[in-house]
């Protein structure tokens, strides 16, 4: 049973960038065929696709947030992360990893972890 | 972008049975995937592909999608069922993840 777990900083000033990682635990990030999300949930909202990076390294984001994503995955780390720059209060959120099946759906999410953003 | 449609929110007796809406253009044409999220708590898979149950999800959710509507239905509703349940797919044309907004399962 995989194990998602984020870390990072739980504030972020205006402007900034706002970095997170995933480490994965209970199996190996380059065992099968999955891949490694991120998906973010505004209080009171509904969720919200960020995008997901393969073992390939290959990458999909969502285009309205496109512009100031990197998602990046550490093969030997056995973790992945997101990079989210110029963000405003609108970014404020809870964020979760998660990973993907082949079929797109995703059993196995971490538990979350809020992000501030405010000066 | 593709869209998906929920209802804001549903409210069911216990023991009866709640039907949840996911609408979006030839749905049908795609595999939906179901999640409930319960407060304070990641969001869990109910319903993938269509139809499939993980293991340790009960019978009592079933799924079914066609045309331009897949729904989640939920008999014998437990005051446990009571979550945020969200519809999710894959959009191939755009190689995207789209989740719907949500609904609201109030037991009664």
């Known amino acids: 049973q995989v194990h998602l777990q984020e870390s990072g900083p739980g504030l972020v000033k205006p402007s900034q960038t706002l970095s997170l990682t995933c480490t994965v635990s209970g199996g190996s990030i380059s065992s099968g065929s999955y891949y490694w999300s991120w998906i973010r949930q505004s209080a009171g909202k509904g969720l919200e696709y960020i995008g997901r990076v393969y073992t390939t390294g290959r990458t999909n984001y969502n285009p309205s947030l496109e512009s100031r994503i990197t998602i990046s995955v550490d093969m030997s780390g056995n973790r992945f992360s997101l990079k989210l720059s110029s963000v405003t209060a609108a970014d404020t959120a809870l964020y979760y990893c998660?990973?993907?099946?082949?079929?797109?759906?995703?059993?196995?999410w971490g538990q979350g972890t809020l992000v501030t953003v405010s000066s | 972008s593709y869209v998906l449609t929920q209802p804001p929110s549903v409210s069911v007796a216990p023991g009866k049975t709640a039907k949840i809406t996911c609408g979006g253009d030839n749905i049908g044409s795609k595999s939906v995937h179901w999640y409930q999220q319960k407060p304070g708590q990641a969001p869990v898979l109910v319903i993938y592909y269509d139809t499939d149950r993980p293991s340790g999800i009960p019978e009592r959710f079933s799924g079914s999608n066609s045309g331009n509507t897949a729904t989640l239905t939920i008999s014998r509703v437990e005051a446990g069922d009571e979550a945020d349940y969200y519809c999710q797919v894959w959009d191939s044309s755009t190689d995207h993840i789209v989740f719907a907004t949500g609904t609201k399962v109030t037991v009664l």
């Open positions: 998660a990973r993907g099946h082949r079929g797109n759906d995703f059993p196995d």
